[in-house]
């Protein structure tokens, strides 16, 4: 569960400062499905580094099951997120020499699986998300579809709790967007993840259950029963 009390994230450049998070209260239960939308400059990817302790608040507290991520020590960050925390990014982030099978099997490295189990569980994963024929594949033999599956893969191979993911579907297709979020809400069914996801997408956020609006650093939520 994320506790979010009172976040600010302001950047300096020179004599300009831009308040990019200005004050976020937010909670976000075990298993919930959350979607943040917004303008573009709101905070929205400023927001999910915060949720995924890729960066600290200036001020405030990011409680992840009871702890403060602002304050925790770097090596436990990396910890947490290692174990924790899959990320899915707009543009894959796949290393383009390493193997489909293998980008998955980088997850499990900080974790100090062995080679045996990652390549048992990296297969595994790759056919959660209709990729088992292609483990051998490289990033450049893969569609952008394709390719967006192996990072989801990646991000879920070792099970963390929350899955958070900024603009996944932005670089696809009307069509392949559709099973990916096909895909995405599936596997966060049957995995009972958090599920945090930023989206410019409309017809998205219109689908969310509950929708985070956030302009000009400052949060604004929408239940929608009927999503
Ligand atoms: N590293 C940084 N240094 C300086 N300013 C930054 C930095 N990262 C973000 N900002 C600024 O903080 C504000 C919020 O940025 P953020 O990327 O969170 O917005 P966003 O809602 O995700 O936008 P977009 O939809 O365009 O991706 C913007 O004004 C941006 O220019």
């Not at 090596?75 to 899915?88: D, H, M, N």
Request: hydrophobic share 40%; proline share 4%; aromatic share 4%.
């Amino acid at each position: 569960m994320y506790q979010l009390r009172g976040v600010t994230k302001h950047y300096t450049r020179g004599k300009k400062t831009v308040h990019a998070l200005a004050g976020v209260d937010l909670t976000i239960e075990d298993g919930g499905r959350l979607v943040i939308q917004g303008p573009t400059g709101g905070g929205k990817s400023t927001l999910l580094q915060m949720l995924g302790g890729l960066d600290r608040p200036t001020s405030g507290t990011v409680e992840f099951d009871g702890v403060n991520l602002a304050d925790l020590p770097e090596a436990k960050l990396t910890k947490v997120r290692a174990e924790s925390i899959g990320f899915v990014f707009q543009s894959f982030n796949l290393i383009p020499t390493l193997t489909a099978q293998e980008n998955v099997e980088t997850a499990l490295v900080p974790l100090g699986l062995k080679g045996a189990a990652r390549r048992e569980q990296a297969e595994r994963a790759l056919e959660s998300v209709g990729l088992g024929e292609r483990a051998g594949h490289l990033p450049s033999e893969l569609s952008g579809g394709q390719q967006q599956r192996v990072a989801i893969a990646r991000a879920l191979v070792k099970q963390p709790k929350v899955l958070l993911a900024d603009e996944p579907t932005g670089n696809l297709d009307e069509s392949t967007r559709d099973d990916i979020m096909e895909l995405l809400e599936g596997l966060w069914k049957e995995h009972g993840l958090t599920f945090i996801m930023v989206t410019h997408d409309s017809s998205i956020a219109r689908r969310a259950p509950r929708l985070a609006t956030i302009r000009k650093g400052r949060v604004t939520i929408t239940e929608n029963a009927a999503a």
